[in-house]
């Protein structure tokens, strides 16, 4: 199947000049704007920031399909400013963490170093329709008082920006992404994946996309996976706690 890219739009924060750059990916519903606060600290720590809106969210250009190796022809033609062939470091929430893993496994001088924020690396069938119908839920009630009711340690402006973000896409998206892509799992390209992968996973007593036993498996198999529970943090591990997201994302290999 050809996969036509489409033109993202993109927010930069930071010089575009600085001597490290990191890519941002945000996840099913969201839009590039929801990573306000780690792109502002990665900035004021002298990172260079680029976070597009990936296919069907935000302002991003709208398709027939939504499959993963789409999403993929999107963001790997995104290159850091001044001309370098690699990002530092590409950040990944969810559905942004399974098109880091998707793009880095095609093109392994695409990044240096992934973080993946609970990503949706492996999705059983059976669970697939069960997602639809909540995240077509989330979006037809997109509600920033409801959500920081749910989410007390969310910032207000998150819950702003969410509801905004899940008010741009539609049930289409959400549908069809999830309908004509699982089931899936890219367990065997993080196992096989030969640069350093960093997973931030959401508290087991939050109902984590990224589970222990994955976990597990692939750090037996990458000896330069490595992989932690954010306590406390829900699925959304950044709004929850974007300091533990910073501090992954700053520190070295």
Known sequence: MDHTPVQLPVLHWGRQDAPRRVLLLHGLTSAAACWWRVADELAGAGWSVTAPDLRGHGLAPRTRRYDIDGFVADVLPIRPPGGSAAWDLVVGHSLGGLVATAAASADHGWADRLLLLD?????????????????????????????????PHWHPEDAYLKAQAARRTTPYVVETFLRDNGPWSYEKALAAYPRPVTVLAADPSRGPVFTAEVGRRIEGLNSGFRWSVVEGAGHSVYRDNPDAVITAALRSP
Do not use: C, H, K, Y
Not at 133 to 149: F, G, H
């Open 119 to 151: 990503p949706v690396i492996t999705v059983r069938e059976e669970v697939i329709e069960g997602f639809v119908r909540s995240v077509s839920a989330e979006i037809r009630n997109a509600d920033p008082e409801q959500m920081l009711r749910e989410n």
